[in-house]
């Protein structure tokens, strides 16, 4: 057995973790679990470095991502970069997704963090993921300005998601593969079950994961022989003139792609006119979803999704706020029969909203987005859930970086969760894929497996260099040609 080495707290809460969070089985193993045989990294390797950089890439100059409540983002990223003192060199990298201003609020949370990591050894994180996760969560004082939503719950987040790259990467697996190969014992205990046990009980994770352990095999080389099935956003963003939408739907056709997306919720006379524009182009028989981003009051959806029912749409995502579950349900009860389902979760700001969803019936489709949360460990919560309620998970990934992230998640989804492609499709924007080492392959309008170890979120260092904000060269660039603003520090 290996010794894991006490450390000291930086709460109360932590010390009832395992207690509450995972079954006997789980706690009574733990001491011949502490590094599993699939880790690849060094039991006395220590975080050394966590640092972060405000990233930001000026979408706005050509309205892609626009929509309904966002018409001039700039896919931006608080970008985390984790060193240890390891002699493999490897680095874990993560990011929290965001639309330009605002990046420097998540990246003063990540700096806020940092006395939490640096100094911890791999194997102590590594060991207890799910402990090391509450510590994050539960410091007595960051924990203020959440609990476990917002700003800081999407700086732990990052942080967190560099942690599993860094993992991935010395075991030399694609994270989907190396979450594949954890025993479900493992992957349980990453989880913190705390305000979720009411929906989902770790025995019952854990009964789900050991169902679909003896057929694995075959799942995981279905998706390294056809991958997963995407849709496209690309082509459907609120800003777009009708000709570019007309091109793109085209293109995204003659790439193999069978299902598209709409953003809707700028004025029913608009959207009957742009939805009616892509149903021409794609046809009756291919999926059309719509999305409004959060737009409309609850009445105000109903009656609106009601007259472009006509156009089919399979469903209608983030229809009013991302917070009212009962909302939701209204809506979803009223459109159920128009055959239009409602999706919701990329703005979901923990593991509870979505427990409060699926146990409302709010929602069809579970759209987790991978750096909103608290990274993987709470995604595998979710994740989870959506199984046990059978509500296909089809992961948000409109921005930098998600598509990287959330092709693993889908991949684990389906090899070790739900074991099913039903209804299952996720997200892809041909958007900045070109600034990672790493990028999506998408093949016959699926996300092709990944095979490079990590978490594929690691970014091109020229990239890093030339779009910081605000004295990357691009940024100062732009601002000399006087495309952008000139930069107002706060």
């Given at each position: 057995s ?35 045989s ?5 039991p ?60 420097e ?13 640096v ?24 924990r ?24 991935a ?14 025993e ?49 956003t ?18 995204g ?8 997306k709409?953003k809707?919720?700028?004025s ?87 427990k ?17 949360i ?13 199984a ?37 499709i ?24 990944p ?13 890093i ?14 601002r ?11």
């Amino acid at each position: 057995s290996v010794l894991v080495h006490k450390r000291r707290r930086t709460s109360f809460a932590p010390q009832s973790y395992n207690k509450l969070n995972r079954p006997s089985s789980i706690i009574m193993s733990e001491s011949k679990r502490a590094r599993t045989s699939v880790d690849g990294y060094s039991p006395s390797a220590v975080v050394t470095e966590v640092s972060v950089r405000d990233i930001r890439f000026p979408t706005s100059l050509g309205s892609h991502g626009s929509d309904a409540m966002h018409p001039d983002p700039d896919y931006s990223a608080a970008y985390v970069i984790i060193k240890t003192d390891a002699a493999d060199g490897h680095e874990g990298h993560g990011l929290a997704f965001t639309l330009g201003r605002g990046t420097e609020i998540i990246v003063a949370a990540v700096k806020s963090l940092r006395r939490l990591i640096v100094g911890k050894k791999l194997l102590d994180i590594f060991a207890e993921m799910g402990k090391f996760w509450r510590e994050l969560c539960s410091e007595g004082q960051l924990r203020w300005v959440g609990p476990e939503k917002g700003v800081i719950h999407m700086a732990v987040g990052a942080a967190i998601n560099a942690l599993w790259d860094l993992r991935a990467k010395c075991a030399e697996r694609p994270l989907w593969r190396l979450l594949a190969d954890l025993e479900p014992e493992d992957l349980v205990s990453a989880i913190d079950f705390r305000w979720i046990s009411d929906a989902l009980t770790p025995d019952e994770a854990l009964a789900i994961l050991k169902k679909n352990r003896p057929t694995q095999a075959e799942r995981i080389q279905k998706m390294e022989t056809d991958g997963y099935p995407a849709y496209t956003t690309s082509a459907g963003w609120l800003g777009y003139p009708d000709d570019m939408i007309r091109s793109l739907c085209r293109q995204g056709l003659a790439e193999g792609m069978s299902n598209f997306k709409i953003k809707v919720g700028q004025s029913v006379e608009d959207d009957i006119r742009r939805a009616k524009i892509i149903r021409e182009e794609i046809g009756e028989d291919r999926k059309l979803m719509m999305d409004a981003n959060q737009r409309w009051d609850v009445d105000e959806a109903i009656t609106i999704m009601k007259q472009l029912a006509q156009f089919k749409p399979t469903w209608i995502e983030e229809p009013t706020c991302p917070d009212d579950v009962l909302g939701h349900a209204a809506i979803a009860k009223a459109l159920k029969p128009y055959g239009i389902g409602v999706a919701t979760g990329e703005a979901c700001q923990n593991r509870v909203i979505f427990k409060q969803l699926m146990q409302a019936d709010a929602i069809s489709y579970c759209q987790i987005d991978s750096c909103r949360i608290g990274g993987v460990n709470e995604l595998l919560a979710v994740i989870l859930m959506a199984a046990k309620f059978k509500i296909p998970v089809c992961p948000h990934a409109g921005g930098v970086g998600l598509c990287e992230h959330v092709q693993h998640l889908s991949m684990f989804d389906y090899v070790c969760c739900s074991a099913t492609l039903e209804n299952r499709i996720v997200e892809f924007v041909d958007h900045l894929h070109e600034h990672f080492l790493h990028p999506v392959v998408i093949k016959n309008g699926a996300y092709q497996a990944p095979k490079d170890a990590g978490y594929s979120i690691e970014m091109k260092a020229d990239s890093i260099r030339d779009y910081e904000f605000p004295d990357g060269p691009a940024w100062v660039k732009l601002r000399a040609e006087g495309k952008v603003p000139p930069y107002e520090a706060l």
